[in-house]
């Protein structure tokens, strides 16, 4: 399984960035995915996580309302819309796939795919 993510970079306060991750490797459509955070000295946070049809969907409580998570099953891709960026944001973005199947939104941050990361960095 290869995931592939891209979109970071450097960004000022206030503003938006969109996340992408491009997957390979095995049916994209059969597993929950999600997008978590790791700060430098912090442990890694679950951002948003998604179900396997994109129906159903998580947030942490510090991205509600200005993250939005969302998949795209056609193109194995799973796209992170992060506006009115803060500070607090900056850390290194890493998309992840479940590697059971489940119909349920179910992420096991012990038991998932990974990518490799990507820098998002908030200017204030």
């Known amino acids: 399984v290869q995931l592939q993510a891209s979109g970071g970079g450097l960004v000022q306060a206030g503003g938006s960035l969109r996340l992408s991750c491009a997957a390979s490797?095995?049916?994209?459509?059969?597993?929950?995915m999600g997008w978590f955070r790791q700060a430098p000295g912090k442990e890694r946070e679950l951002v948003a996580a998604?179900?396997?049809?994109?129906?159903?969907?998580r947030y942490g409580d510090s991205v509600k309302g200005r993250f939005t998570i969302s998949r795209d099953n056609a193109k194995n891709t799973l796209s992170l819309q992060m506006n009115s960026l803060k500070p607090e944001d900056t850390a290194v973005y890493s998309c992840?796939?479940?590697?059971?199947?489940?119909?349920?939104?179910?992420?096991?941050?012990?038991?998932?795919?990974w990518g490799q990361g990507t820098q998002v960095t908030v200017s204030s």
């Open positions: 992840a796939m479940n590697r059971q199947s489940s119909t349920r939104l179910a992420i096991d941050v012990r038991n998932c795919f």
């Open positions: 998604v179900d396997r049809s994109g129906s159903s969907t």
């Open positions: 490797g095995r049916t994209f459509s059969n597993y929950a």
